[in-house]
């Protein structure tokens, strides 16, 4: 057995475990919150799964863990298909996180007009066959450095377009379109509904994306907490600037959106603009 693929003690007794490989990157939780919980520096189920949502939960959270360290002592296999997995209308959670982007969430935003990959899943065959299936991809959207994971694979094999900021590049030298500006003021319109806001602050090249004026697809620039019904930004993961963050969340407030999608925390509910609109300002205020 692999050092630390042992069973996590502190995980409810039963069929389904976790193991100490888990790196904390809180990616289970979002998808089995209260099934999957925190103890320590560890995610351990807090009770066996007994219900068939519970049941799909673990297996959206086995099939999302970068580490692998979610599974069965029976050695259950998987069910066909458990990602994409559609969040809202059109947009769907990848799974299979990369352990190189520390588990980040990425998102496939199926569109007539080419579907839209923000960050970057494994590169496995599990998503492979249900990409092609949904129309492959146009275009591959980089929130930042830290999350490319497999990007260049999937760009190769779907002959995408990869945009990236100019500030963070050398993660993407693959890159087909560089994003340029160093403001939420200096916003690129991509097409279709889609526009690129520079957000400088977790690293200098951050960027967050606007689709429809609807959905905002944040990276690790900024995440919603259900526990308090706010948004939240990562001071003890900030690499480039905390006061130019908070400078780019305040100009981000001008743009007009209802859910965000973030890399590093769960997708928020559907809320008035006017409201998540306060809500980003009331976080500024906080920051
Ligand atoms: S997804 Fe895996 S590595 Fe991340 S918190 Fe859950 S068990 Fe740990």
Known sequence: M???AERNPASAEGDWLIDKRCIDCGAARHVAPGLIVRRGEYSVFDRQPSTPEEMHQAWLAAELCPT?????????????????????EGVHLCGHNHRSSFGAHSYLVVRPSGNLLFDSPQFTRKLVA?????????????????DVADADKWARHFDAEVHIHRDDRSA??????????????????????VRAIPVPGHTKGSVVFQVDETYL???????????RSAMRAFREACWYSWSAQKQSLIGLAEYTFARLFSGHGPWSPHREPQEMRKLLLELTERM
């Open 68 to 88: 692998r360290s979610i599974r069965t002592e029976s050695h259950l296999r998987p069910p066909p298909r458990v990602y994409p997995h559609e969040l809202a």
């Open 217 to 227: 697809f944040t990276g690790d620039s900024l995440t919603w907490s259900y526990e």
């Open 172 to 193: 993407a030298p693959y890159a087909t379109h560089l994003i340029e500006g160093s403001s939420p003021a200096e916003a690129t319109d991509l097409g279709d509904g």
């Open 2 to 4: 692999k050092r630390g």
């Open 130 to 146: 249900p990409f092609e299936e949904m129309g492959g991809i146009g275009k591959i959207l980089l929130s930042h450095r830290d």
